[in-house]
């Protein structure tokens, strides 16, 4: 069944709207000096980390990518993961 005229029209006049998936958002972590891992993201406490990666890509371009990834598990239970932008600084939060 389809949808009725009325709808497909408006559906064609509706300009797109692009926006990324999962889009970085600024976060606010307090991170251990030694390491660097995050000890509390957005005010929230971690409670463990699942897992850390680096990811080095468009190293040929002219704006090459250095992250350190954490995915990390708070203490209300939150799975965040959050990555520390290497080249420029500051920390963003993935989902």
Do not use: I, K
């Amino acid at each position: 069944m389809s949808a009725p005229a009325s709808d497909r029209s408006r559906a064609a006049a509706a300009p797109a709207r692009r926006h990324r998936l999962a889009a970085p958002r600024p976060a606010r972590v307090r991170a251990a000096e030694r390491d660097g891992r995050p000890l509390a993201v957005d005010g929230r406490a971690v409670d463990a980390v699942r897992e850390s990666w680096l990811v080095e890509d468009r190293w040929w371009s002219e704006r090459p990518l250095r992250r350190r990834y954490w995915e990390v598990v708070t203490t209300c239970g939150r799975n965040v993961v959050v990555f520390h932008d290497l080249r420029e600084g500051g920390w963003f939060r993935q989902r």
